[in-house]
């Protein structure tokens, strides 16, 4: 099926059907690509397609980066931690190993 007759077929149930995963199973396409449909069609026929642009200004940028940072930052202290338990795990079966062999 090319991918406008599944934005047809798409578009003509999703009338019919009350969810994106319901619609998803009907015709048996990720929920992601039936989601990327719908939203497409409606910006396709909206009046206010100005609304759907995403400027940054140089402030923007600046504050996306610094978020981005942060995150990343927290991301690798969670890791660190995860990685100490994991070796604390190992510590732990390397010690019964050895005293079950002794």
């Given amino acids: 099926m090319s991918d406008e007759e599944l934005e047809l077929v798409m578009l003509r149930r999703a009338e019919a059907i009350t969810s994106q995963r319901s619609l998803s199973c009907e015709i048996g396409y990720s929920v ?8 497409g069609e409606r910006f396709l026929s909206s009046e206010k397609k100005v609304s759907y642009r995403y400027l940054l200004t140089d402030a923007g940028i600046k504050e996306k980066i610094a978020l981005t940072r942060k995150f990343v930052a927290s991301k690798k202290r969670e890791y660190e931690v995860l ?12 010690m019964k190993n050895v005293s079950t062999n002794a």
């Fill in 83 to 94: 990685q100490a338990e994991l070796e604390g795990y190992e510590a732990d079966t390397q």
């Fill in 32 to 39: 992601g690509k039936v989601n990327y449909v719908l939203k």
